[in-house]
């Protein structure tokens, strides 16, 4: 929702429906996502949940949606006061190593001997999203936070 610049450019998301939609969408596909890996639990030529199809399914569904991510940015930065860009910068950084960590460690994992990329790809995306998730919450609720001088939370109706 950032990324559409929301507190930075508009303040309600009353107006904006399309958030219900790509919510709806997102759910929809989480789940039959899970069901097909239901399908093949426990075949002896799996390793983990996520080698096969439904790995490059999910790799597939990441990366469009750091792709959409990106394109949406783009747009927000055009209309973004020109205040609010080291925000956007440092909120681009994090959020992209977020989104970009699980396809990151399921690629470097075929690496590794296959006893061991489940465990490579669950810790090292946990502990990359966990740093990724403390700066990004670091940078949105702190008061003095490059987030608050660019949010409009920052602007009250009353003089200070």
Known sequence: MIAYGWTLTFGSIREYDYFKLELGVTI???????????????KWHK???????????LIAIRLGIFGF?????????????????PFMKGFIVSASIYMLAFPTFWL??????????????????????????????NQVTKKGSKYYEASMRSSGILPN
């Open 108 to 137: 470097i994992s075929y690496l590794l001997n296959p006893h061991m990329r489940l465990k490579f790809i669950h810790f090292g995306n946990l502990f990359v999203q966990m740093v990724a998730m403390i700066i990004l919450v």
């Open 28 to 42: 929809v596909v989480h789940f039959i996502i899970a069901a097909l890996t239901i399908v093949d639990d426990g």
């Open 69 to 85: 991510f990106v394109y949406k940015v783009q747009e927000t930065m055009k209309v973004v006061a020109r205040k609010n860009l």
């Open 47 to 57: 390793y983990h949940d996520f080698e096969g199809f439904q790995g490059l399914c």
